[in-house]
């Protein structure tokens, strides 16, 4: 069964840092991008940050430039997200995503971590 679980989440202050971890079981993330997106209540999905295979470019979304870092471990079938200086607007609830590029359509996804940042 393949199968990506977050975790890592939960409260922080404004300006804190979280980091948060996806584990891949069914499957080697191998040969996929692997990346991150968050959706809060009532909002839309949005892409957060992506890392492909190979050669390891990464993707953010402009509102996560210079706080976000996303990095992978294919020997641990893990892929992290390291947030620092967070902000009240990344409260959201952050899935883990396999796709076969970071442009393509979401293969697989987990149940996702809440992430809420208080002011």
């Known amino acids: 069964q393949l199968q990506l679980v977050e975790s890592g989440g939960g409260l922080v202050q404004s300006g804190g840092s979280l980091t948060l971890s996806c584990t891949a079981s069914?499957?080697?993330?191998?040969?996929?991008?692997v990346g991150w997106f968050r959706q809060a209540p009532g909002k839309e999905r949005e892409g957060v940050s992506c890392?492909?295979?190979?050669?390891?470019?990464?993707y953010y979304t402009d509102s996560v430039k210079g706080r976000f870092t996303i990095s992978r471990d294919d020997a641990k079938n893990t892929v992290s997200l390291q947030m620092s200086s967070l902000k009240p607007e990344d409260t959201s609830v952050y899935y883990c995503?396999?796709?076969?590029?970071?442009?393509?359509?979401?293969?697989?996804w987990g149940q996702g971590t809440h992430v809420t940042v208080s002011s």
């Open positions: 995503y396999v796709s076969a590029k970071c442009d393509g359509e979401y293969d697989v």
């Open positions: 890392i492909n295979p190979s050669d390891f470019s990464t």
């Open positions: 069914g499957f080697t993330l191998d040969y996929y991008a």
